[in-house]
């Protein structure tokens, strides 16, 4: 049964962490063109860099509908999340939205994986409790739960932890600063999505598809694997509409795909993608046996007990797994349904890749 | 024609995987920092540094094939250029090779990355140990090796125990100069760790293996025949006939002579040595065996009963000095004192 509340009747202001981010990007865009009927009477966009601040700046010129600004803060600290947001609600009587999406997945070292992930988190839910905040929705990701046992098995929305290495690990105790503050009163829920793909990408998902073009994207034994994954455009909508629950706090819901792939499936519907976008691109041959994604999961995990981090061998590591989740509770609750497929949410991605001129 | 480049393709192992990649009909091409008079008119030579970028970019150019054997061995020590080499080399050559599109790298690698294994015998997916600085390095080249996968590269690692065969000197050019002499060599504590070495041919049949099969692998690769260490000497004595016989030397106390001897520069001992002379370790082949259909012809016994013997048909030029670490006699320095004291031993 869907609680959901029509926040439109009852604007706010909205606050997104992470603004200059992928996923905050593409919320960004969303929020300043959709204002009205998302409710939302001001939006406040924290950034972390300048760079990132300048680029946002561009990206929402022109299609803004509510007074926006965007500001320079790090969340992990509580001084300057306090002093860049002290306007927002001084006198604590009105009230105000907040989209948690600051969070840092491929790290220089360990130790920035929490300071963000687990510090940043705990920080912007203090300042939300001690606000109070009317909302707000946290994203997190699958990596606190690991991955799944066998490759026919699916996340339900209720899952115990067991977090994939110190990126789970981090976003395992972010989640549990959620639920403090939810034991405080904070209104706080949780979105997880798994792999998501779409524009505003980072460089990282240009080579992805750059080497399913060259045919040399590492598949595992038969790429039976299954993968969840999520447009961005769905997952932006799974997050306002976890904005909108008005049943009990702290819950959390996974936002993807009705079903999960097999990896050999993604890679062969991206290779169809590509060629239906004019690209020329050479069968997939880039077997892997499991043995080298084993070796390269240990060897992550030796690297990380050193503090340092080497993406490459991390994504090697965490590739022959499956991550698959169950999204009814989602469908039932929030009403979330996916509108965009793969093939067509691959086809968007690759254009705008086109768009921003980079070569695949 | 098939074009193989073998880096380090002057070295010991090198020269003899250069031999292996011939008969398979490859055109050769050797990249290595010091090239012999003696050069062949079907090999193309290139001197040059591994950690030069350029002269990498170029060597690898239309390469089907890359061979990875340079190496700076524990003999060497030069912690520099131990991780300069061993490191940023591999890291330099993999780059140039992703750009190059390289249809298949086969990287040499070592056992040293495993330390002393806390159990035996040793899979390709047990996790790393390194011990000392060259197990450290050869670690870190892996690890670049598997980064190089993951941007699409097809490179397979193989992870040889300690090679033996015909040519073979260093640190075992002593060994053999003793027997050959009568004098006694030495196990630490009563030798009876089980330990596997790998002959070169047998190793130079992997990589080629390797190169053949498609998709990224990790092999690790020894004998399947073989003994404990003292058994290994006492075969070896029992050959050579000159009256050797394996003595035993209390563990602790010689490590620690051998670790002191090193820090003098008075023996050509390497961390290597003393950790792992009396430690067991074996590697399980069956995973090779399974996927490259490769088995080891040589024994423990019967590659240390070969390199003997070449050692004594060639023992006026085994201290070439301008050949390789592997291929000439390591200087005994102290251990000559050593060795004329054995003859002292009452028999």
Not at chain 1, 243 to 258: F, L, S
Request: with cysteine; hydrophobic share 40%.
């Amino acid at each position: 049964m869907s609680k959901t509340l029509h926040l439109s009747d009852s604007p706010a202001p909205l606050v997104v962490t992470g603004a200059g981010g992928w996923l905050g990007r593409a919320l960004s865009s969303h929020i300043v063109a959709n204002a009205q009927s998302l409710g939302i009477s001001r939006y406040v966009a924290l950034v972390r860099t300048n760079e990132e601040k300048k680029l946002l700046e561009a990206e929402l010129v022109g299609i803004s509908t509510v007074k926006s600004d965007i500001r320079l803060c790090d969340v992990t600290s509580t001084d300057a999340i306090n002093s860049v947001l002290v306007d927002l609600n001084p006198d604590n009587e009105s009230s105000f939205d907040l989209i948690h999406t600051a969070g840092i997945i491929h790290p220089k070292k360990i130790q920035d994986l929490y300071q963000v992930n687990e510090v940043g988190t705990r920080n912007i839910m203090k300042f939300a409790l001690d606000h109070h905040a009317r909302k707000v929705v946290h994203v997190s990701s699958n990596s606190p739960f690991g991955n799944n046992p066998h490759s026919k098995d699916l996340f339900r929305s209720i899952e115990p932890f067991n977090p994939y290495m110190a990126y789970g690990e981090s976003k395992m105790r972010g989640e549990i600063a959620v639920q403090e503050a939810v034991s405080q009163g904070l209104h706080a829920v949780i979105v997880r999505p798994p792999w998501f793909y779409g524009p505003f990408q980072p460089p990282r998902q240009t080579t992805f598809f750059s080497m399913v073009k060259a045919g040399r994207f590492p598949v595992f034994g038969d790429g039976s694997q299954h993968r969840s994954m999520v447009f961005i455009d769905n997952l932006v909508d799974g997050v306002f509409r976890a904005r909108q629950w008005t049943g009990e706090p702290g819950k959390g819901w996974w936002i993807a795909d009705q079903t999960p792939y097999r990896v050999s499936e993604i890679v062969s519907l991206v290779g169809q993608a590509l060629r239906d976008e004019g690209h020329d691109v050479k069968t997939n041959r880039l077997r892997i046996p499991n043995i080298v994604g084993s070796f390269a999961e240990t060897a992550d995990a030796l690297i990380q007990k050193t503090g340092r981090y080497v993406q490459q061998v991390h994504v090697l590591g965490e590739m022959n797994k499956t991550i698959a989740c169950d999204i009814s509770a989602s469908t039932s609750e929030l009403g979330y349904i996916p509108q965009t497929s793969l093939y067509e949410g691959m086809r968007q991605s690759i254009r705008w890749c086109a768009e921003q001129g980079n070569e695949l | 024609m098939t074009i193989s480049l073998v880096t380090g393709g002057n070295g010991y192992f090198g020269s003899l995987l250069v031999d292996r990649l011939l008969n398979e009909g490859h055109h050769v091409r050797v990249l290595d920092i010091s090239l012999s008079t003696d050069r062949r008119a079907d090999i193309e030579y290139i001197q040059g540094d591994i950690r030069n970028q350029s002269v990498v970019q170029q060597v690898v150019q239309k390469a089907d094939f890359v061979f990875n054997n340079v190496a700076q061995v524990p003999l060497a020590k030069d912690r520099t250029l131990l991780r300069t080499v061993n490191i940023d080399g591999t890291k330099i050559l993999l780059d140039s090779c992703l750009s190059a599109g390289v249809q298949k790298v086969v990287h040499t690698s070592s056992s040293a990355i495993f330390g002393v294994p806390t159990s035996n015998p040793v899979f390709p997916d047990t996790p790393a140990h390194p011990l000392e600085a060259y197990g450290q390095a050869k670690w870190e080249a892996e690890i670049l090796c598997t980064q190089a996968i993951a941007n699409g590269l097809d490179v397979s690692i193989i992870r040889p125990r300690t090679i033996l065969g015909h040519g073979r000197l260093g640190i075992f050019g002593i060994l053999f100069d003793w027997i050959a002499d009568g004098a006694d060599p030495f196990v630490l504590g009563n030798g009876n760790n089980r330990y596997q070495f790998i002959h070169a041919e047998d190793l130079a049949d992997i990589c080629w293996r390797a190169s053949q099969s498609l998709g990224p692998n990790i092999f690790n690769a020894g004998t399947d025949r073989f003994g404990t260490m003292r058994e290994a000497l006492e075969e070896l004595c029992l050959h050579a006939g000159t009256g050797s016989r394996v003595r035993s030397l209390p563990a602790r106390p010689t490590s620690l002579a051998m670790q002191v001897a090193a820090k003098l520069h008075i023996a050509p001992f390497a961390p290597y040595h003393w950790i792992m002379y009396s430690k067991s370790m074996w590697f399980d082949v069956s995973h090779a065996h399974d996927i490259l259909d490769w088995s080891p012809r040589w024994s423990n016994s019967d590659m240390f009963k070969q390199s003997y013997d070449w050692f004594l048909q060639n023992r006026a030029e085994s201290n070439n000095a301008d050949a390789s670490h592997h291929r000439r006699t390591a200087r005994q320095g102290a251990l000559g004192l050593v060795k004329r004291a054995t003859k002292l031993l009452p028999r």
